[in-house]
């Protein structure tokens, strides 16, 4: 009986220590008071604390959490606007002070998501109240710049970090929505239009540039052509005047009438109008009255251009 006696330090202080134990999970820290008051923090791991004084006021999580927010703002010109956005936020550091700060400033995290989520809204709707209806999906990026810069001064205080602010979704009310699909096809339409026109112009452009080409290469090709044509033509007078003047060189050597060449040319070229001749009408004088008269008008035409 005595030795029972005895142990009994011994269990009371085995009792002690481990009702005084206790563990914190990895990503929370324990906020301990002690009859009511902050006396410390007790990190990750197997920790121990003075049984029936001390007490695991909070478990503060440092993870980062999200909530989902759904609200309407109303535009500078009276436009409803809906929106549904994604919070991601976290404590702002492990640092004794701020956990401090995250354990006492609300009695529930409950009042703090009421809190963060009716400051971000507060601040999404001033922002919206100075811009038009159809400036807001341009303006995405500058909502959430905006909201970012005014909530981390609140938040800080608080001991939260605003970690991303998405804005997944801008909506309208139905009529909105039909104008604005109104007007961006009409757009639409008046691109298509516009492109239809600069099309056709570049087409016809293209055309009329393909017709002065055409006309211009015709043009060259006409006039290569006549040039070529009057070089024939001037080549074969040239050796005609060679074959005459060497012809009438000979006959005068064989003192012979060089009017003779006139003649077989006269016949020659009326013997060419019957052969050649398809259907033209052509009145020649074949009596020997009309060929003397033809002989000396050729005579008179030599006579001239030599002189």
Do not use: C
Not at 15 to 25: I, R, S, Y
Not at 117 to 140: C, D
Not at 171 to 182: G, H, I, L, Y
Request: charged share 25%; no cysteine.
């Amino acid at each position: 009986m005595s030795s029972l006696i005895s142990l009994w330090p011994v269990i009371l202080i085995g009792l002690a220590v481990l009702t005084g134990l206790f563990t914190v999970n990895q990503g929370t820290i324990a906020v301990i008071t002690r009859f009511g008051k902050y006396v410390g923090i007790r990190r990750p791991g197997l920790r121990l604390k003075i049984p029936f004084i001390d007490q695991v006021y909070k478990r503060v999580s440092i993870q980062n959490r999200s909530v989902e927010l759904e609200f309407q703002a109303v535009t500078v010109d009276q436009a409803n606007v809906y929106f549904k956005s994604m919070l991601l936020y976290s404590v702002q550091n492990e640092q004794e002070e701020t956990i401090q700060k995250v354990a006492f400033k609300f009695i529930s995290d409950r009042d703090l998501m009421q809190a963060l989520v009716r400051t971000i809204e507060g601040n999404i709707r001033a922002f919206v109240a100075t811009i038009k209806q159809s400036e807001i999906l341009g303006q995405r990026r500058d909502i959430v710049e905006f909201v970012k810069e005014n909530v981390d001064a609140n938040l800080e205080e608080w001991g939260y970090h605003l970690q991303d602010l998405q804005i997944n979704d801008i909506t309208f009310d139905q009529a909105v929505m039909e104008s604005m699909s109104k007007v961006v096809a009409s757009n639409n339409l008046k691109a298509a239009a516009e492109n239809e026109g600069q099309a056709l112009l570049i087409t016809k452009t293209k055309a009329a540039e393909a017709d002065g080409n055409a006309i211009k290469i015709a043009a060259e090709a006409e006039r290569l052509a006549a040039q070529l044509r009057g070089q024939g033509v001037a080549l074969f007078r040239e050796e005609v005047a060679k074959g005459m003047s060497q012809a009438a060189e000979q006959m005068k050597q064989a003192n012979l009438d060089t009017n003779v060449i006139l003649f077989s040319m006269w016949t020659e070229a009326i013997k060419n109008f019957a052969e050649y001749g398809k259907g033209n009408v052509i009145f020649l004088d074949g009596s020997s009255e009309g060929m003397e008269k033809t002989m000396r008008q050729i005579m008179a035409m030599q006579q001239m251009d030599g002189k």
